[in-house]
C-alpha cells in the first residue's frame, strides 16, 4: 500500500475536497431534497403533510433510524415519473461531481414505489439514465437494488423477480431499512438468489444492529462489502476477520450523529477502524436528511477526530479498492488520486 506524501494541517480541508473518491453508501431516496420533493409535489399534484420547505426541513430531528425512515417514506411519495427518478438521481450526481466523486454505487429502494403503485420500470428507466448521463460530468455511476428488511422474504422474491427483465441496468442487491428485529438470514434464499444471477451483494449490518448481524451477512447471506459495520468494534474476533478478509465497511460519519448512533462525533470510531487494518471508506449515505455530501462527511470528521492526510489517502484508496469497478478502472482511480496528493506535497 502507496503511503501519501506529508501535508501541511491548514491545507487538508482543500486536499479532503478535492481528492477523488468512490461513493459506496449512498441511497438515491434519501438524496430528495426538500426543495426538489416540494417541486415535484407540484409537478404531480400530490398533497404533503408540511406546509413549505422550512417546516419539512424543521422535521429533520430524528432520534433513531425508525424516526428517519417515517419522513424518508413521506418524502419519496412525490416519485411517480421515471423523470422524477432521473432529476433526483441528476441532482444527487451533480453534488458528487462537484465533490470530485468520481464513482458512485447507487442504492435505491424499488418497493418504496412499486407499493405505491408505480412501475419497477419507471424506477429503473428513470435512474439508469442519470447514470449513463453521469459519465458526460466525470462520475461513473451504478445502481444497487435494495431490499427493505422490515418487508418480508417473499416480498423481496417479487421485487428481484420484476427486476431481472432490467438485469444489464444494475449491478448488485443490498438491504436497508429497519435494522434492529430483522437479522439478515431472514434474507438467505433471496440473496443466494441474486448471487446466482451474478449480481453483487452487500448488506447494512451493525449500524444500530449487535455484532452477529455482521458475521451473518458475511457468513449466512455472503456479502462482499458490510454497509456501516460501526458496531463490529464490539467483537475483537469479528474485527479480526474484517481485516484479515479485506471486507470494505462503507462507514457514514453524519448518519450516525443525526441517528445517535454515536453522541458526539469526536466519539465516531472510524480511527479506531483504520487503525485496527480495516477498510473503512466514508459515505453521505442520506444526505438530504443527514446534513452532509462526501466531502461535507470527510471536513466534519476529520476536523472532529484528528484524523490527518494519511488517513485520507487511504480513505479514498479503500473506496476505489471496496467498489465493484474492474480492475482496468481501479488502476486509473488510484492513479488520479496519487496526482492530487502529489499536488499537496
Not at 432490467?166 to 448471487?195: M, N, Q, W, Y
Not at 480513505?315 to 488520486?337: C, H, I, P, T, W
Request: net charge negative; with cysteine.
Amino acid at each position: 500500500m502507496t503511503t501519501a506524501p506529508p501535508v501541511s494541517a491548514d491545507r487538508l480541508p482543500a486536499l479532503l475536497a478535492a481528492m477523488p473518491k468512490a461513493e459506496l453508501h449512498i441511497h438515491i431516496e434519501g438524496s430528495l431534497e426538500p426543495e426538489l420533493i416540494f417541486r415535484l409535489a407540484q409537478r404531480n399534484g400530490v398533497a404533503l403533510p408540511y406546509a413549505s420547505v422550512e417546516e419539512l426541513r424543521r422535521a429533520y430531528a430524528f432520534t433513531n433510524l425508525q424516526s428517519f425512515l417515517d419522513i424518508y417514506y413521506a418524502g419519496a411519495s412525490v416519485l411517480l415519473q421515471a423523470q422524477d427518478f432521473y432529476d433526483m438521481a441528476w441532482a444527487y450526481l451533480q453534488r458528487a461531481a462537484a465533490d470530485n466523486v468520481i464513482r458512485a454505487e447507487i442504492f435505491f429502494d424499488p418497493q418504496t414505489h412499486t407499493a405505491r403503485g408505480v412501475a419497477m420500470e419507471t424506477v429503473i428507466d428513470g435512474l439508469h439514465r442519470a447514470c449513463r448521463d453521469a459519465r458526460k460530468i466525470g462520475v461513473d455511476a451504478e445502481l444497487i437494488l435494495c431490499f427493505l428488511r422490515h418487508l418480508s422474504e417473499e416480498e423481496a422474491f417479487d421485487t428481484l423477480e420484476q427486476a431481472l427483465p432490467f438485469r444489464d441496468k444494475f449491478i448488485g442487491v443490498g438491504l436497508d431499512s429497519s435494522e434492529v428485529g430483522h437479522p439478515p438470514e431472514k434474507f438467505t434464499r433471496v440473496f443466494a438468489k441474486s448471487a446466482k444471477q451474478g449480481l453483487h451483494l452487500v448488506a447494512h449490518a451493525g449500524e444500530e444492529g449487535p455484532p452477529a448481524y455482521v458475521w451473518a451477512a458475511l457468513d449466512v447471506l455472503k456479502v462482499e462489502r458490510i454497509d456501516h459495520g460501526v458496531q463490529s468494534t464490539r467483537d475483537p474476533a469479528l474485527m479480526k476477520r474484517l481485516a484479515q478478509d479485506r471486507i470494505p465497511l462503507t462507514v457514514c460519519p453524519l448518519s450516525n450523529l443525526k441517528l445517535c448512533v454515536f453522541p458526539r462525533l469526536e466519539q465516531h470510531n472510524l480511527r479506531e477502524l483504520l487503525d485496527a487494518g480495516l477498510m473503512a471508506t466514508v459515505n453521505s449515505d442520506d444526505p438530504a436528511y443527514f446534513g452532509g455530501y462526501m466531502n461535507e462527511n470527510f471536513l466534519q470528521t476529520f476536523a472532529a477526530t484528528g484524523l490527518d492526510a494519511q488517513h485520507a489517502h487511504r480513505l479514498a484508496r479503500n473506496s476505489f479498492e471496496g467498489s465493484f469497478a474492474s480492475a482496468q478502472e481501479k488502476r486509473r482511480y488510484v492513479d488520479r488520486l496519487d496526482e492530487v496528493f502529489a499536488t499537496f506535497a
